[in-house]
């Protein structure tokens, strides 16, 4: 904490000193530097950490510098009014607008951003009451406790305090159980949602972080300058935030400031010498920006932080509580040899193709059930049924005497019944601890206030316990902090295996667990599966390696066509003429 600490009050005491050293046009230049980066803080969290592109940004700006320029010019309010006025109104916009808009995706969603951005700029300039597109003037003064707020020099301490106090906020919270589900957005959705994590709230709860952070930063320039008018508000601005992030690291809280920093900087010089080279300015240093940003994509993909980082020695990783922690709640198991899961008579259909017809099995607690097949035999189907992923045409599944069929993934993980997938989905980026501790997710409560303010130190000591036991139960406790996409595939189907189990599920759901694994590997898992099968635990695996099927399995069933072929326990299987003729084209 105290290391994450240091890099935040050097930068207050920049704030502070800078007036005191440097001449007023530089300390003119910090403060928008510090303008842009509350903004490009937002588009961190939103676009590079979230995956949601957004060109609209500035408008969220000019919400929070008009609000308050309309309250204090016309109502001769204070600007601390004009400045809960903006937020006030920037939160219900936000909202209004993510619940629209991050309805989208792919290339649909910065389309929808975009048409937002232009209409709040051309809505700026047309309203009656602001002033067209010369704007309004003469704005007051800022006041805090008698201090006159009035030029660049005052400015740069109060705009120094509010950005570090985001910068602390915002790091508390990528630091917590909120933040993992954040960086689930951007490539992990299908997986967060199976683990519990509700994505299209995280989604829409970022969004309007960085909106309100746009609209702060809105307030402080429209005082700074005393005059607000449309133009910094155009969609164009809202470009610049973009490369801002992209400059600087389109992932990093400090990549936003780095971003921010270069892009004025270069902004400024191209300003002076552009003039002299093409006898005019205008709009040239735009054509500068993008061909840096292309060589930044091509060459630097994740900013210049990162390539910066790697000159640095790495920190170590933070120490975890020994025993501080305190358990989580966990669940009962059921009796064993108790039918956990009950799916019968499931249909599903893909417009003329039947991938299941009148399929069911039941899955016991305390036993392990084996789903095998052909390739092609609408296994994966089912299992998407199962989980929850896919709803079936007909047909009901029951689990512990509750209907499950048509329920999210989310809502099934919440009822104990956790999964691992065909692919391995894991946070390559994350470490090995993070990954299994989103497994815990659903047993968390801490909101997004509390982790911002870092009020969930006990939950969130009690949630990386549970990972680290998780992780050492399955035989990886050396691997704690090493990055997840760095292992072996082996070793990532096992960290799923891990986050499966964080979950304190009482149903385990294996995609395949076996396949990449070597002989020891596999010796070892099956050793873990037989470990939770005498603990109480129900385990479905869709499975090819039959070896390791039939060492293990209590019972199995067969799949052909879509269709039930054949049940029972791996000897009696073994011996179904109908399942050697399905595998083997028949017996002689």
């Known amino acids: 904490m105290i290391r994450r600490l240091i890099p935040l009050l050097a930068l207050l005491l920049l704030a502070g000193l800078a007036p005191r050293l440097l001449p007023s046009f530089h300390v003119t230049l910090l403060n928008y530097i510090g303008l842009y980066s509350l903004v490009a803080l937002g588009l961190v969290l939103l676009t590079g950490i979230g995956g949601m592109t957004s060109f609209g940004q500035a408008a969220f700006v000019g919400i929070g510098a008009y609000a308050s320029a309309v309250l204090t010019t016309h109502y001769g309010l204070s600007p601390w009014l004009g400045l809960l006025a903006g937020l006030a109104i920037t939160l219900v916009v936000a909202t209004a607008l993510g619940l629209l808009t991050l309805r989208l995706a792919g290339h649909y969603l910065p389309i929808g951003t975009l048409a937002w951005g232009l209409a ?40 120094g305090v509010l950005l570090v106090i985001s910068l602390w906020l915002l790091d508390n919270l990528l630091h917590s159980r909120q933040g993992r589900a954040i960086r689930t957005l951007k490539d992990s959705a299908g997986m967060a949602e199976a683990m519990g994590i509700d994505t299209a709230r995280s989604r829409l709860q970022v969004f309007i972080i960085a909106a309100l952070l746009a609209a702060l930063s809105g307030w402080l320039y429209a005082h700074l300058q005393r005059v607000v008018n449309p133009t910094p508000f155009s969609v164009v601005m809202g470009i610049e935030y973009l490369f801002m992030i ?11 400031l780095l971003g921010a920093t270069l892009l004025t900087l270069i902004k400024q010089v191209l300003q002076d010498v552009l003039p002299q080279l093409f006898g005019h300015a205008d709009n040239v240093e735009m054509i500068f920006f993008g061909v840096l940003v292309i060589l930044v994509l091509q060459y630097a993909r994740g900013g210049l932080l990162p390539v910066l980082s790697r000159l640095v020695p790495a920190a170590k990783p933070r120490p975890l509580p020994e025993h ?124 997004l206030l509390r982790s911002m303010l870092h009020w969930e130190r006990k939950e969130e000591a009690a949630l990386l316990a549970e990972a680290r036991r998780q992780i050492e139960r399955v035989g ?22 891990a986050r499966a189990l964080c979950s304190d599920p009482l149903l385990l759901l294996l995609d395949e667990p076996a396949a990449g694994l070597r002989y020891g590997e596999k010796q070892a898992l099956a050793h873990l599966l037989e470990q939770l099968r005498g603990e109480g635990l129900g385990v479905l695996l869709v499975e090819h390696d039959m070896e390791f099927v039939m060492g293990l399995a209590d019972q199995i069933v067969v799949m052909e066509f879509g269709q039930r072929l054949a049940g029972g326990t791996p000897v009696q299987i073994q011996q179904n003429p109908a399942v050697l003729a399905a595998y083997l084209g028949g017996v002689e």
């Open 120 to 159: 709040l700029f051309y809505l700026f300039g047309n309203l009656p009451g602001l002033g067209g597109f010369g704007g309004l003037q003469n704005l007051p003064n800022i006041s805090l406790f008698g201090w006159q707020i009035r030029d660049s020099a005052d400015f740069s301490l109060l705009i």
């Open 476 to 497: 990886l406790g050396d691997a704690l902090h090493t990055p997840a996409g760095s292992l072996p595939l082996g070793q990532q189907r096992i960290v799923e295996i």
């Open 324 to 447: 501080a922690a305190h358990a989580l709640p966990r669940r009962t198991m059921p009796a064993n040899g108790q039918p956990l899961m009950v799916a019968e008579g499931l249909l599903k259909q893909f417009g003329g193709l039947v991938a299941n017809k009148d399929m069911g099995l039941t899955v016991h607690g305390a036993e392990i059930t084996a789903l095998i097949g052909p390739n092609g035999a609408g296994k994966s189907t089912l299992f998407n049924l199962l989980s929850g992923v896919l709803a079936p045409n007909a047909g009901q599944i029951v689990f512990l005497g509750q209907r499950i069929d048509g329920l999210s993934p989310r809502a099934i993980a919440r009822l104990g019944v956790s999964r691992t997938f065909q692919h391995v989905r894991l946070l390559p980026d994350m470490s090995v601890l993070e990954n299994v501790a989103l497994g815990a997710h659903a047993r968390g409560k801490a909101g």
């Open 246 to 256: 992209v400059l600087g690291g389109v992932a990093s809280l400090w990549g936003a």
